[in-house]
């Protein structure tokens, strides 16, 4: 019988300095039982920080929605202006998931998305001039202006794409929680992918090597009922996807992703298991994005009833009727928020169209490196 192969160690542990030797030792525990835990039992005795309920903690996950969902409309505008070329990809009715996980997750922690990956990166707190000017094809953007709306990177704030491929980022977000966890360090890997993503190899490839190393990271997966234009079921025999993810022997369930208080709830108990050691942590967001795969698609595979009955459940919306009647937030307070966004997407994007175009000479800069610098 083939041994099982042995969990990459840090430095750290293998010099017997590790602090968190504990921690290392429950997971060989855990891993020679087959048994993994469950976060409820986990945390007993000491829960996981829950999310504030305070009024002023609405208010702030409402305009975080909202400078989301009005910065993706100014994509439109832009884009059918001949403004921005190439692929567009929005995200109008997922923008609960994007600001509620990323209000779990701390600085020092790591992001990798998908193409679809706007409302992740405001939410991570890229700026959003730097978003538009990299959609301009700008110097100043996030990537200099090479990458676009589907390469959006910004390493000051960990945030590492942006990946075109499906599934492409998974790999990555392996790679990273690796190195974190062999450091020593208390960091995690956020990956967000689609639910189509789940039907590649690279998804059960990353799903397997997470739960077999105990590797720290959450796995974010934006079901969206569509990948493209194939519908869940036309693609997955078991459209179970969170069922699927714990078949690895990783702890996972399904939130609803049009609730941004649900998503946030949900992504902080998920983060304090992954940080407490349980392993990797798998959350099925169900949630819908209310426009096409992208600007180029017509969007025949759908019927409008369909997104009608959606859009009856717009995050923003819902939120907004939660803190009417909560906060006594009134029309004049939403007023001022509409205005308090629109005027702070105005400057950006001013900002944003004052940078510079890459001179042509310097197009093939970073493509290879020159002559003489190999070492």
């Known amino acids: 019988m083939t041994a099982r192969a042995a969990k990459p160690q840090s430095a750290k542990a293998r010099s017997g300095k590790d602090g968190k030797a504990a921690r290392h030792a429950s997971r060989s525990k855990k891993a020679a039982t087959g ?7 986990a945390h007993a005795g000491e829960p996981a920080p829950e999310p504030s309920e305070a009024a002023g903690h609405r208010h702030g996950l409402l305009r975080d929605m909202l400078l989301i969902r009005r910065f993706e409309e100014r994509c439109v505008e832009l884009y059918s202006g001949g403004k921005v070329r190439g692929f567009v990809h929005l995200c109008i009715g997922e923008e609960a998931v994007s600001v509620g996980v990323h209000r779990a997750l701390t600085p020092q922690d790591a992001v990798v998305s998908t193409y679809r990956e706007h409302g992740h990166a405001l939410a991570r707190g890229l700026p959003a001039e730097a978003l538009f000017a990299e959609m301009l094809g700008r110097v100043t953007g996030c990537s200099r202006g090479r990458g676009g ?13 942006g990946h075109a491929i499906v599934a492409g980022g998974l790999p990555v977000a392996t790679g990273l929680a690796l190195a974190d966890r062999m ?13 189509g993503a789940m039907a590649e190899g690279e998804f059960h490839e990353t799903a397997n090597l997470a739960a077999l190393w105990d590797l720290p990271l959450l796995f974010v997966c934006e079901n969206n009922l569509y990948a493209m234009g194939t519908p869940l079921a036309r693609e997955h025999a078991n459209i179970d996807l969170a ?9 996972a369930w399904v939130v609803d992703g049009m609730d941004v208080l649900a998503v946030e709830r949900a992504a902080h108990k998920a983060v304090r298991a992954v940080r407490d050691g349980v392993g990797p942590v798998f959350l099925e967001m169900r949630t819908y994005r209310f426009r096409a795969h992208s600007m180029y698609d017509p969007d025949l595979y759908r019927d409008k009833a369909e997104v009608e009955h959606w859009k009856e459940r717009d995050p923003i919306a819902l939120l907004l009727g939660r803190v009417r009647a909560e906060d006594g937030f009134t029309d ?10 629109a005027l702070q997407l105005d400057q950006a994007l001013a900002a944003a169209e004052q940078g510079e175009l890459e001179p042509v000479s310097d197009l ?8 003489g610098e190999v070492s």
Do not use: I, N, W
Request: aromatic letters at 10%; one cysteine or more; a negative charge.
């Open 35 to 41: 048994k993994r835990q469950d976060p409820s039992r």
């Open 149 to 161: 709306s589907m390469h959006l990177f910004d390493a000051s704030h960990r945030f590492y794409g």
């Open 183 to 195: 450091r020593g360090t208390d960091r995690l890997v956020c990956c967000l992918f689609g639910d």
């Open 243 to 251: 069922a699927r993810a714990a078949s690895y022997g990783m702890t």
């Open 332 to 341: 004049a307070d939403e007023e001022r928020l509409e205005e308090e966004v």
């Open 364 to 371: 093939l800069k970073f493509v290879s490196t020159p002559t």
